[in-house]
């Protein structure tokens, strides 16, 4: 990530010039809506283009820190991710599925869809749900 892509004006007429087909930010809210329907207990549900690392639909519950700079460096793991399963020379059947985050009180799990495209990112509280409940949810929007 650039210094330059860390500045918010910048990023945000970086988006006017170039955006996103409407068609895909539809799909995306989608995705996202029917999440939150199956597991409304969330704390967020984010649908990231993963070449440009901006959020094509989210869901947030309560609004803390920067959604946009968490999204690139959701799609810069995955794109890191990438790199080292090629660097491992893992055969073409091995692609990224899944990422598990777990944190003293929060799991986040991500998975790639849209053709290795866009990647859903899910952020719940353990105490609401727990990993298997997510990972259901998470698996059956996978699309």
Do not use: C
């Not at 955006?19 to 597991?39: G, I, K, N, T, Y």
């Not at 660097?87 to 009180?105: F, S």
């Amino acid at each position: 990530m650039s210094f330059l892509s860390k500045i918010p004006f910048l990023n945000r007429v970086s988006e006017l010039l170039d955006p996103l087909p409407e068609a895909d930010r539809a799909q995306a809210a989608e995705v996202v809506r029917s999440v939150m329907q199956d597991l409304p207990e969330l704390l967020s549900a984010t649908v990231i283009d993963i070449e440009t690392g901006r959020i094509l639909a989210e869901y947030v519950a309560e609004k803390t820190g920067n959604t946009a700079l968490a999204a690139a460096a959701h799609a810069e793991m995955v794109k890191q991710k990438r790199q080292a399963m090629t660097a491992l020379q893992l055969g073409p059947e091995e692609q990224l599925e899944d990422i598990l985050v777990t944190q003293h009180q929060q799991l986040h799990l991500m998975r790639v869809l849209h053709n290795g495209q866009w990647l859903l990112s899910l952020a719940a509280n353990m105490q609401d749900t727990n990993l298997g409940i997510v990972r259901t949810v998470l698996h059956t929007h996978a699309t």
